[in-house]
T-cell receptor, first 114, second 114 residues
Framework: QQQVKQSPQSLIVQKGGISIINCAYENTAFDYFPWYQQFPGKGPALLIAIRPDVSEKKEGRFTISFNKSAKQFSLHIMDSQPGDSATYFCAAALGGAGSYQLTFGKGTKLSVIP | NAGVTQTPKFRILKIGQSMTLQCAQD?????MYWYRQDPGMGLKLIYYSVGAGITDKGEVPNGYNVSRSTTEDFPLRLELAAPSQTSVYFC?????????????FGPGTRLTVL
């Protein structure tokens, strides 16, 4: 049973446009939601993360929007650039100190075309 | 700091062979993890360790074994390799667990079992 559903599977955006990736979760006990960025041939790297006590978090061109009642969260990339072309994974975890497992979505391959 | 390093980068195994995937980190992190990444499937946790001498199973542990004799090293052992173990394997580490613990990933090992 997939606990974090991510869409779309792939996304093509023009340079300067807005990229939007959506995730939905099932386990209401999750309280940490990171996004990871992965370039080809590399390991994933933490991009931005949010806790459910805030509805939005912004870091530069990257924004997470969080809707606790709908159990959904999304990543918005403003002014998308060709260098943003990568695979993006949302994830969720229990937030306690005894929690070790990140549950990942299946990933979204973003291509930003000039 | 080199961060998280993994060897080898690529490996082809025959069915029934065994091998050890090496992982080392130089950040003095207590927590270490092994994930596998299958195309279009996100990352799934195989095993994790909360410190030297302490390991536990993740979501998909069958067919794998781990050990953690030092803080720095966390090797993953495949016994009797099967085609279903064809995947990209990522090792990760974190200083803390849960939402306080950003996971840092290595570059991965691409394994093919024929």
């Amino acid at each position: 049973q997939q606990q974090v559903k991510q869409s779309p599977q792939s996304l093509i955006v023009q340079k300067g446009g807005i990229s939007i990736i959506n995730c939905a979760y099932e386990n209401t006990a999750f309280d940490y939601f990171p996004w990871y960025q992965q370039f080809p041939g590399k390991g994933p790297a933490l991009l931005i993360a949010i806790r459910p006590d805030v509805s939005e978090k912004k870091e530069g061109r990257f924004t997470i929007s969080f809707n606790k009642s709908a159990k959904q969260f999304s990543l918005h990339i403003m002014d998308s650039q060709p260098g943003d072309s990568a695979t993006y994974f949302c994830a969720a975890a229990l937030g306690g100190a005894g929690s070790y497992q990140l549950t990942f979505g299946k990933g979204t391959k973003l291509s930003v075309i000039p | 700091n080199a961060g998280v390093t993994q060897t080898p980068k690529f490996r082809i195994l025959k069915i029934g062979q065994s091998m050890t995937l090496q992982c080392a980190q130089d950040m003095n992190h207590n927590y270490m993890y092994w994930y596998r990444q299958d195309p279009g499937m996100g990352l799934k946790l195989i095993y994790y360790s909360v410190g030297a001498g302490i390991t536990d199973k993740g979501e998909v542990p069958n067919g794998y074994n781990v050990s953690r004799s030092t803080t720095e090293d966390f090797p993953l052992r495949l016994e009797l390799a099967a085609p279903s173990q064809t995947s990209v394997y990522f090792c990760a580490s974190s200083r803390l667990a849960g939402r306080a613990g950003e996971q840092f990933f290595g570059p991965g090992t691409r394994l093919t079992v024929l």
